[in-house]
């Protein structure tokens, strides 16, 4: 259907979706009340620095992750000639299939040794930040389609242990009343790390 059109088809559906949420979520306390509430669980976040600490880990992250996600296929292209179609498939398939994986891993993992290690959830999203972070590079400069699999396959592995964790280490350390907020910041923070550093990587590939 076009590139262009699968932008608008999956905006159409998002937006709809978000008409469908409008109508079904209630407000379940006052929204006086709330505003205060969110003053203090704000305050409360920003003065917790295992959450400010996870919310760093989770930008790192997106900004690599997104940039990888948005231009291999372009590196792939040009430093192995591949076609769009096989330069998309190679830079996308692996790497998010491996994501699936360390996240299914990672969660079942941690369910069961949360009953015993204290904060696994916490050690575990920071093994998945160090683990990742090597292959990403290694991506980048693999000389063959095989390495280039094998690295970016195994930067979804364990950025899936990270993936799978990091929001219910984010819950262990704060309130469960301020759950949707914290949620909500940790998300944005990504999303925003994300958005800037495949800018920045567009302008990078330009000068450097």
């Not at 699968?6 to 559906?13: E, T």
């Not at 920003?46 to 600490?53: D, E, H, I, Q, S």
């Not at 195994?154 to 990270?162: R, V």
Request: aromatic share 12%.
């Amino acid at each position: 259907v076009g590139w262009r059109n699968g932008f608008a088809i999956a905006g159409g559906i998002g937006i709809a979706y978000s008409v469908f949420l409008w109508g079904r979520l209630k407000d379940a306390g006052g929204a006086v009340q709330q505003r205060h509430a969110v003053g203090g669980a704000v305050r409360g976040l920003v003065g917790n620095g295992r959450f400010l600490a996870l919310v760093g880990v989770f930008s790192l992250y997106n900004a690599v992750q997104w940039v990888l996600l948005g231009w291999f296929p372009t590196y792939l292209q040009d430093r192995l000639g591949l076609s769009m179609t096989a330069s998309g498939f190679n830079a996308t398939v692996y790497v998010q299939v491996c994501v699936l994986v360390g996240i299914v891993v990672g969660s079942v993992a941690t369910d069961r040794w949360g009953r015993r290690v204290a904060g696994v959830r916490l050690y575990v999203t920071a093994v998945g930040l160090l683990l990742s972070a090597p292959f990403t590079w290694l991506a980048f400069q693999a000389a063959s389609l095989a390495e280039a699999r094998v690295y970016s396959a195994l930067f979804g592995l364990f950025g899936g242990l990270l993936a799978a964790n990091v929001f219910a280490a984010a819950y262990d350390i704060t309130p469960v009343e301020t759950r949707g907020l914290t949620g909500s910041l940790l998300n944005r923070s990504g999303g925003v790390a994300a958005a800037v550093m495949i800018y920045m990587a567009g302008l990078w590939r330009e000068t450097l």
